[in-house]
């Protein structure tokens, strides 16, 4: 090793100067950095308490570096200002990006940040005067101007365009619900009437609130962090205040009402206000719509106070709950002779929304709406028992909360999840697991849906979060460019979530056909590409995958499965970026022989099935290898076809072709940073797309006595997908 560095010193002639240099330039590079990322993080909505969190986050962070490269240093008995400067411009990327990146993405950037500025102190001394130093300080000075340019650039195209066309269907006869509706609109503000930061909570209140008492739902307001939290906000988990925003139909009511909360972000960021566009739109459609502050149980540099764990710790039970003690507020108020709202509130007609970690909690808010108690805690009684009707979740999270240790799990009501493909911080599909376990029971009009988005992202549906899902510096390892425009993102949002109120509040049962297929309202949505998928009480299903082991069996009983010259057949829990759907699938490969029989797989039952309009069923294709020798080349195709094949009992059999209907298409690869080093999670996910076959394409089948279902893979020679949710109706 010494040879090695005598070598390298003689070569690039760096004598003492030029170390000198080179410490200087380390030294300024970290102070650079660290002032700059410290003043990022503290300025934006500025508090005492953020800039001491990111003081102390920072103190950490280099203190920890300190004691590996001082242990360094003193092993190698360099310059000691080389190795604080390596130590200072260590310590602020490593305080910013560590956690945002994976770890081998961090050395990265701290190797490229180091060597540049050693290149320009070594080499400044003697530019103009050596060639070898001139180019040495140049390249140092490229180097370091290219990471500057690769963070600061919104990003680049998708490299790929993906190939699609929507389902073929019929389109729908309806006016476009994004369109504001008839009734003029007013606009009450509520809360405690003390709010600190926020007038319109304080001392401009319409309405003032009473406080309540969250402390045995909220855990993590202590210690440091604690202190800091209560500082800002001038209360703690004891004295929660009740606010909100309302747009109120004007009118004699009485009006159903839809409850919208925001999900995690910089508590001093305000979230509630980013849904304005939706409250005044339910409103002047005839719906009551609240946006619910829960600011205080966001995220803030000042949790640092309390180390990297500090803040609040798996707190969407409390977000659930509170949307419960503002339909509570909701109920006083209408009981109340002479008040603003004394029976205009229809809580038999209760829909909530909620935003990432708000989308976990209103399926929380909807669970404890029918307990007697707190799961966690008997002393805490509930007793709230409001009609809630539907849940729209917006690119939710899942399973922060778990009551017993295991997923909530929701019956009979009315559930519709959005994602977007483009999605900076909620990465994966994790809105899908809790659709999976959405099931009904006494519910004979309820649906569930999903819509996965191409090109949508993560805040825009949420006017104050914007188009980067995290802020500065995060943000710069963002790849911004491919994201849909933010009038196109949230004009879909206004188009389903007003479908929905129309559907499930206003009794319009024509505008199911909108999460059926939201291909019958391309006209709303615009010009943008989508997997949806759709499931409702009537279906009888004929196979879910989920009742044993035996791949001979179909959900049905009576049911048996049977296939011919698969390369690939297997039962499994799909596995998504983040983790499981909660529901299990048949994975079907096929890799035809040419000239051969096609293969196929089907099921066979012994009872003909009565069969009235549709076959449906979930598909997705993975991104796997389907041949027989894995370790041969593969490449995913961007498209797949085959045809579904019925027999009725008196053995007459018809197909239809997949493509009849649409195409199945790759599963959508998105790197949603500049780089994939940037992170460690997969490109895709299966994301399943619903398909309705009706019956009559069939030709002249019995249709009242249906002995089998099949797939026969006789169009494209390969392919590897996941076939699920087998049902009639």
């Known amino acids: 090793m010494r040879r090695l560095n005598s070598l390298i010193r003689r070569r690039l002639h760096i004598d003492p100067a030029s170390l000198a240099g080179a410490a200087r330039a380390l030294i300024a590079t ?95 001394r003697r530019i103009g005067r050596s060639t070898l130093h001139t180019v040495i300080a140049v390249s140092g000075a490229v180097l370091l101007m290219a990471v500057a340019v690769f963070f600061l650039v919104a990003g680049w195209p998708d490299s790929a365009q993906r190939t699609w066309q929507p389902q073929q269907v019929s389109t729908l006869d309806l006016n476009d619900p994004a369109q504001a509706g008839p009734f003029e609109v007013s606009v009450i503000n509520y809360g405690s009437g003390d709010d600190r930061h926020r007038a319109r909570f304080g001392a401009h209140a319409d309405l003032v609130t009473e406080r309540v008492d969250g402390s045995k739902l909220v855990d993590g307001w202590s210690g440091a962090a604690g202190w800091a939290r209560t500082r800002y906000w001038g209360f703690d988990a004891e004295a929660l205040p009740l606010q909100g925003q309302v747009w109120m139909p004007e009118g004699d009511g009485p009006f159903p009402i839809v409850l919208m909360v925001h999900g995690n972000h910089d508590m001093e960021d305000f979230s509630d206000q980013g849904y304005a566009y939706l409250g005044e739109l339910f409103a002047s459609r005839g719906v009551i719509a609240v946006s619910v502050d829960e600011n205080f149980f966001n995220s803030s540099f000042a949790d640092l106070l309390g180390g990297f764990d500090g803040g609040l710790d ?7 709950w509170l949307l419960l003690e503002h339909l509570r507020q909701f109920r006083r ?120 988005v191409v090109g949508a992202n993560h805040g825009q549906f949420n006017t104050v979060w914007g188009r980067t899902d995290a802020g500065p510096p995060w943000s710069w390892l963002l790849n911004l460019e491919p994201i849909m425009d933010a009038e196109a993102q949230r004009r879909i949002a206004k188009a389903a979530f007003s479908a929905f109120l129309e559907a499930v509040l206003l009794d319009r049962a024509e505008f199911r056909g909108f999460f059926e297929n939201p ?58 970026k983040w983790d499981d759907l909660d529901s299990a699938a048949v994975v079907i490969g096929w890799e035809r022989d040419e000239g051969g029989a096609a293969p196929e797989y089907r099921m066979v039952f012994d009872e003909p099935l009565p069969l009235s ?63 994939g080093v940037l992170d460690d999670l997969d490109t895709s996910e299966p994301v399943f797309q619903h398909y309705a076959l009706p019956i009559a394409a069939f030709g002249a089948l019995d249709a009242t006595a249906l002995r089998s279902i099949g797939l026969r893979f006789d169009v494209s020679p390969v392919g590897l997908i996941y076939f699920d949710e087998v049902a009639i109706k």
């Open 30 to 124: 970290g102070w650079i950095l660290a002032v700059t990322f410290l003043l990022l993080l503290a300025v934006p909505h500025f508090s005492i308490e953020r800039a001491l969190g990111s003081l102390a986050g920072f103190a950490i962070t280099v203190l920890a570096a300190a004691a590996a490269l001082v242990l360094v240093a003193v092993v190698r008995r360099g310059p000691i200002r080389l190795w604080w400067g390596s130590l200072l411009t260590a310590s602020a990327i490593s305080f910013v990006f560590a956690g945002a990146v994976p770890a081998l993405a961090v050395a990265g950037i701290v190797a490229v940040v180091l060597t540049g500025a050693v290149l320009v102190g070594a080499g400044a």
């Open 314 to 320: 798996t707190e969407n039970d409390a977000r659930g």
């Open 613 to 675: 309009k549709h076959i449906e069923f979930a598909l997705a294709m993975s991104d796997g290898s389907p041949l027989e020798d894995e370790a041969a080349e593969w490449e995913t195709p961007a498209s797949l076809d085959f045809n579904v094949v019925l027999t009725d009992a008196s053995g007459h059999s018809a197909g239809v072709a997949l493509s009849s209907v649409q195409l199945l298409y790759a599963p959508v690869s998105v790197e949603t940073r500049k780089l």
């Open 519 to 576: 291909a019958s309202a391309r006209a709303w949505l615009g010009d943008v590409q989508f997997v949806n998928q759709y499931a409702d009480a009537q279906r009888v299903v004929i196979a879910d995958y989920e009742e044993d082991d035996d791949l001979s069996t179909a959900t049905r009983s009576g049911g048996h499965i049977t296939s011919h010259d698969l390369s690939r057949w297997r039962e499994v829990e799909v596995a998504l």
């Open 333 to 452: 108020w209408n009981e109340t002779p002479g008040h603003v709202f004394t029976d205009k509130v229809d809580l038999d007609r209760v829909v909530l929304i909620g935003h990432s970690r708000g989308g976990e909690a209103v399926a929380e808010a909807t669970l404890f709406n029918r307990l007697p108690f707190y799961p966690d805690d008997g002393r805490v009684a509930f007793d709230y028992g409001f009609g809630i009707r539907g849940i729209i979740a917006i690119a939710p999270i899942d399973g922060q909360y778990n009551p017993r240790d295991r997923d909530t799990a929701l019956v009979d009501v009315n559930y519709f999840v959005i994602h977007g493909s483009h999605d900076g911080d909620v990465q994966s599909f994790a809105g899908a697991p809790q659709y999976s376990r959405v099931e009904f029971d006494r519910c004979g009009t309820c649906f569930k849906a999903g819509m996965y």
